[in-house]
Nanobody
Framework: QVQLVESGGGLVQAGGSLRLSCAASGRTFSGFTMGWFRQAPGKEREFVAA????????YYAGSLKGRVTISRDNAKNTVYLQMNSLKPEDTAVYYCAAGWEATTKSNSYDYWGQGTQVTVSS
């Protein structure tokens, strides 16, 4: 029983910044890896970034590294995704996920939030 709730999405102009938050509750585990994925209409979910609760090892999609930063506040059971230099192609629903493996594969994650919409205008 793990609940994930994303927040922080919205409308931003190209070149702008946004910080997404994912609050975890319920029976969470320190061994979890927390991931961010995104999905545009008609497309598969795409890996964005991930971080381990223990150690804080982070992983990024190669195309996004340098524009996004993932971090976590263990005391608050919250993971963040800071996004800078946003582009229209970043428009998608962004999902928070939790799983046992440090992986970029969405089907390896066991728990998912409802998602938060990010829209980047040109």
């Amino acid at each position: 029983q793990v609940q994930l709730v994303e927040s922080g999405g919205g409308l931003v102009q190209a070149g702008g910044s946004l910080r997404l938050s994912c609050a975890a509750s319920g029976r969470t585990f320190s061994g979890f890896t927390m991931g961010w994925f995104r999905q545009a209409p008609g497309k598969e979910r795409e890996f964005v970034a991930a971080i381990t609760w223990i150690g804080g090892s982070s992983y990024y999609a190669g195309s996004l590294k340098g524009r996004v930063t993932i971090s976590r506040d263990n005391a608050k059971n919250t993971v963040y995704l800071q996004m800078n230099s946003l582009k229209p192609e970043d428009t998608a629903v962004y999902y928070c996920a939790a799983g046992w493996e440090a992986t970029t594969k969405s089907n390896s994650y066991d728990y998912w939030g409802q998602g938060t919409q990010v829209t980047v205008s040109s």
